[in-house]
């Protein structure tokens, strides 16, 4: 796979039970670039993050990252997760292992690298999004902030080509809400190829090439976050952009 | 268990414990009542308690004078005058009843560790089992676990005792298992090493050290996979030297094979049905109940966990065996301490089908015939709630040993 890989999706329909989770649909993400997705509660942006990871199946359509086909056996998944980081919304980091564990775990095990050597990598992680310092802590010793910058560590300590980041800041504070940011934007900015769900108009606007907008299982507009966020052409994306404007 | 409930609360309050945490704040008024409040409680109980306990000595010693009973302990070094059918130290009609005592409670000892052992790493794996992602294995685990648990333990005894003793040859034609071992509808005959040689106890510690070795080189062997490192070259000697160290022992020893004379075997050491079908029995059992413990445990465990350590990457097992057992451990270990203390109990079923264990030689046999049921009962209590508390301790040191923290 290549360093920074492109992410394609095509006509991808997912159904839970008999509810359609995602309708058809279609998007490029061009390597090195960041695309923001948006949309109400419930619309089908985590589905459909997930699902380019290969955590969700799917019953329609295709994903390829990198050229190739995302497949479904278990083999096939685990070689592509390798090169496919994945932050999530309540960080889940390991709570019974050290941050620095946390971060050394997926690089001994699945890229077999050796203990002193991971070491030195996760450290250098750390000490990039901030966290250096907290290296030898269990995570419950750690801020809301602090533990998602150290699951970004996490995701990155196995050199992926591709980060997903699932409402990474929304289970935090203002203050910590920058940081985590912060360390994003510098990622962005380093052309790691990205898929961020995220309310964040200002992170969009700085770093994001586009930003996707879906309601109810479908992606109902996309555009470059300027336009977007200043003139939406549907009638959906404006109401969703005047509720977030407001609270 | 309380024992661990409470450390576990401590251990949340320690990990709350900032790093920097300030000098220790004054008592409020709230925590002053509450703290006199305490003393008042704990005054009280002491003092019903203390009441209690007067009343009840006071009782019994009056009546046991008024019968004319005698009593005290002296009775443990008389002799006893019964053999015992199997025991680990040797017995003969001449041995006292606090020999008596020692060999039966050995029994116990036996008879509950090997059954704590083998139900632990069945209930593990029926319970793993049990949550694995594949279908057939998961109905065959339930079938397993709902046929096993929902039928009375006695029942399981009986069963087990019914299959060895009935489907097993008579002695005559005893199944030899490559000429050294021997299996009968009187028992497991194994060979054992003539024992009261000086010899032996050189053996001894050098089969202990084997043991030691190889496990201390097994784990070593172990942590390295988990780490995805190469075995280090420690845990390879110590394995091989604790092989050979033990191999040595063995070859040692004077063994001595049980023969066919007249109606039974002589030498060796020979294992009843009753002991089989009892150990059977219990593990059978508790493992169901193990399992179940595990599932739970396992289940508890919050789904992120599992996702996150997919989208890394990492391969089904190991996600199983260092992301999502260690978590479950914090769910899984006071039940199983309670599990436990159910099987060292239940042990005494061992009655039922006549193995001779603690309760049967001393409860039983050592009370009909010096009739001190006070003081029998009196021990044979304390020795079931002192493994009970071991067990509780053992099991609260291994907790905070795996780090049982807060998520
Ligand atoms: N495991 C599941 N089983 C059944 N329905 C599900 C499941 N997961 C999600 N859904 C449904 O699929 C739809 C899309 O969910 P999804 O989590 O992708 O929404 P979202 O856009 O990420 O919303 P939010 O902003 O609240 O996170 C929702 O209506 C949800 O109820
Ligand atoms: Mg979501």
């Known amino acids: 796979m290549t360093a920074n890989a492109s992410i394609s999706v095509r006509s991808l329909s997912k159904w839970y039970g008999s509810w359609r989770a995602l309708r058809d649909v279609s998007m490029d993400i061009e390597g090195g670039t960041c695309t923001v997705l948006c949309g109400p509660s419930g619309s089908g942006k985590s589905t459909l993050l997930r699902c380019l990871n290969g955590l969700e199946e799917w019953q329609e359509g295709d994903v390829v990252i990198g050229g190739v086909p995302v497949g479904y056996r278990a083999g096939e998944l685990r070689r592509l997760r390798r090169d496919v980081g994945m932050v999530f919304q309540s960080f889940n980091l390991f709570p019974h292992l050290s941050v620095l564990d946390n971060v050394t775990l997926a690089p001994r095990i699945v890229r077999r690298r050796g203990r002193r050597e991971s070491e030195q990598h996760a450290m250098q992680l750390l000490e990039r999004v901030g966290v250096g310092q907290h290296a030898a802590k269990l995570p419950s010793a750690l801020s809301g902030g602090q533990q998602q910058r150290v699951a970004i560590a996490r995701a990155l300590a196995m050199r992926p080509s591709i980060l997903l980041f699932d409402e990474p800041t929304s289970a935090l504070d203002p203050e910590s809400v920058k940081e985590v940011l912060d360390v994003m934007i510098d990622l962005a900015r380093s052309g790691t190829t990205m898929a961020v769900v995220t309310h964040e108009m200002g992170f969009a606007r700085r770093v994001a090439g586009r930003v996707v907008f879906m309601d109810k299982g479908s992606i109902v507009e996309t555009g470059e976050p300027d336009e977007f966020f200043d003139c939406p052409c549907t009638d959906r994306a404006k109401a969703f952009l005047g509720n977030i404007a407001r609270n | ?407």
């Open chain 2, 1 to 407: 268990m309380a024992v661990s409930d409470q450390d576990m609360a401590t251990g949340i309050w320690n990990a709350a414990e900032g790093d920097e945490a300030d000098a220790r704040p004054h008592l409020g008024p709230r925590q002053r009542w509450a703290r006199r409040k305490a003393i008042l409680q704990q005054a009280a109980v002491l003092l019903l308690v203390a009441a209690v306990a007067v009343f009840v000595i006071r009782n019994t010693v009056v009546n046991l004078q008024a019968r004319g009973l005698a009593s005290g302990f002296d009775f443990l070094r008389q002799e006893a005058g019964f053999k015992m059918a199997f025991s680990l130290i040797a017995i003969d009609p001449t041995s006292t009843y606090g020999r008596i005592f020692l060999a039966g409670l050995l029994n116990s000892l036996l008879v509950a560790a090997l059954a704590i052992v083998a139900a632990t790493m069945l209930g593990f794996a029926v319970g793993l089992a049990r949550v694995s992602p594949s279908a057939p294995v998961r109905y065959v685990a339930r079938g397993y676990v709902e046929l096993v648990r929902n039928l009375p333990l006695l029942l399981h005894l009986l069963l087990w005792q019914a299959v060895v003793l009935r489907s097993l040859p008579v002695v005559r034609e005893a199944i030899g298992l490559g000429g050294f071992a021997f299996l009968s509808n009187r028992g497991l005959y194994l060979p054992a090493p003539v024992a009261g040689d000086a010899k032996a106890m050189v053996v001894a510690v050098a089969v202990a050290t084997g043991i030691a070795a190889i496990v201390a080189g097994w784990s070593i062997r172990s942590r390295a996979q988990a780490r995805g490192e190469a075995p280090p070259r420690l845990g390879l000697v110590l394995a091989a030297g604790g092989l050979v160290s033990n191999a040595a022992a063995i070859a040692l020893l004077d063994w001595q094979v049980p023969v066919l004379a007249g109606f039974d075997f002589r030498g060796g050491l020979k294992l009843m049905p009753e002991f089989v079908s009892l150990v059977a029995a219990l593990t059978i059992y508790n493992s169901a109940f193990v399992a179940e413990i595990v599932r739970a445990g396992v289940q508890s465990v919050a789904r992120g966990q599992r996702e996150a350590a997919l989208a890394l990457g990492l391969p089904p097992k190991l996600i199983l065996r260092l992301v999502i057992v260690p978590q479950a451990m914090r769910v899984i270990i006071p039940p199983l301490a309670n599990q436990y203390t159910h099987l060292i109990k239940a042990s005494a079923l061992a009655t039922v089908v006549g193995f001779p264990d603690l309760v049967n030689v001393f409860l039983g046999t050592s009370l009909n015939q010096t009739g001190r049921a006070v003081e029998i009962a009196v021990i044979t209590a304390c020795v079931y709630l002192a493994l009970s508390t071991s067990v509780a301790l053992a099991t609260s040191a291994y907790g905070r040993r795996v780090k049982l923290v807060e998520r």
